[in-house]
């Protein structure tokens, strides 16, 4: 049986699933070879070719090549079935070459994971190139911080425009233009941290941005592409597109894409990016204050002045129905597992953890 195995050629695909793997071990006890050959040059050429080529189109080709594939995924098993049914004395060859299909595209998969973005979970963190010491924060620095950002998130909101029901509205004409202007503003932020430096590439508009709202997510990175969810609230675009073009400048993980794009958005000469972006932060600094010292949450939101009052609550509205569904809940607990297993031990609450980098920041 085993001899009759190796005569599919298509076999040695599954040598691609250990090879992911070993790259993937020797990346976690040893990252330097991943920093200093894999994200400085393997993974820009990629970055570099694959990504101004896929920003040609307006929409998301990794979006639609994905969905292909899924309707394909489906179209086989039932073909497959049907194909064992009707051939009963051919079952077991035909089942053999099932499984081996499944198994090599999806040893394949697995590699171009790894490769692609999988490493660059185990790089060096931003920290090193900006030289920050990340200790442990106190209280009181974190109010101080509070206090800061809901000042620059009053000062960019009273400089916005509001619709009807004074909710915050961008200043361009679609989503296009917020795009071109999260490009400006992570340029002007290559030019401060050089290690950012990259192709010049544009956020997609995902086609199933309902179904990303149903699993609370507002943007995907696919390489090579950046794809956002279209029907969240709009002053948290700009946010969520700086945060993608970080993952595709090879920083994958979520504290530090949340922390860029912090940086980028304030390097903006748009008040409603420096806005998304202060709002961004505030929000997780709040939420950490709030679990710290109730008292001390109270005196920061009474410092919120009603237009952001307002887009807060409009931002937990939109969410609201969507939270607390067997949808939401499971696909949180898969993602949770997955950031896990590319060493964020904290999972989801790694997206959280951007406060400290700002501290660390600031402190600076």
């Known amino acids: 049986m085993f001899k009759r195995i190796l005569r599919y050629k298509r076999i040695w695909l599954l040598l691609c699933a250990p090879l992911g793997l070993i790259l993937t071990l020797a990346a976690r006890f040893s990252s330097g070879w991943v920093e200093n050959i894999h994200a400085k040059y393997i993974y820009p050429f990629f970055a570099n070719t ?3 080529l896929l920003s040609l189109a307006p929409f998301s ?3 639609f090549i994905i969905l292909l594939l899924i309707a394909f995924l489906l179209f086989y098993i039932v073909w497959a079935v049907v194909g064992v049914c009707r051939h009963k004395a051919e079952r077991k060859g035909r089942l053999y070459r099932f499984g081996l299909n499944l198994a090599g595209a999806a ?3 697995y590699l171009c994971f790894v490769l692609f973005m999988g490493l660059n979970y185990h790089r060096a963190s931003i920290t090193e190139y900006l030289d920050l010491t990340v200790p442990k924060s106190t209280k009181e620095e974190l109010y101080a911080l509070c206090q800061l950002l809901v000042r620059d998130c009053n000062t960019y909101r ?4 509001e619709n009807g029901e004074g909710i915050a509205l961008l200043s361009d004409n679609g989503f296009y233009e917020t795009a071109n202007s999260a490009r400006e503003a992570y340029a002007a932020l290559e030019k401060e941290i050089p290690v950012l430096e990259m ?4 956020n997609k508009p995902l086609l199933t941005s309902k179904l990303f709202s149903m699993v609370l997510t507002t943007g995907i990175y696919i390489p090579f592409e950046s794809g956002i969810n279209v ?3 709009a002053y948290t675009v700009p946010a969520t597109m700086c945060h993608e073009l970080t993952h595709f400048r090879g920083f994958m993980r979520e504290d530090e894409a949340n922390f860029l ?3 980028a958005c304030m390097g903006s000469e748009r008040a409603d990016f420096r806005y998304s972006g202060s ?3 505030f929000e997780y600094a709040f939420n950490a204050l709030y679990d710290e010292d109730l008292e001390l949450a109270r005196n920061i939101a009474e410092l919120c002045e009603p237009g952001m009052l307002r887009d807060i609550q409009y931002e937990d509205d939109y969410w609201e129905p969507y939270r607390h569904t067997v949808v939401s809940q499971v696909s949180g607990e898969i993602y949770d597992q997955y950031l896990q297993s590319n060493g964020q031990e904290s999972g989801s609450k790694s997206y959280g953890e951007m406060i400290d980098l700002l501290l660390a920041y600031y402190r600076s």
Request: net charge negative; glycine share 4%; no cysteine.
């Open 50 to 52: 694959l990504g101004p």
């Open 107 to 109: 040893s394949v998969i």
């Open 199 to 202: 192709a010049d590439v544009r």
């Open 61 to 63: 080709l990794m979006e």
């Open 231 to 233: 029907d969240v609230p």
């Open 158 to 161: 009273a400089q916005m425009e």
């Open 261 to 263: 794009a912090y940086l």
């Open 279 to 281: 709002l961004l932060a």
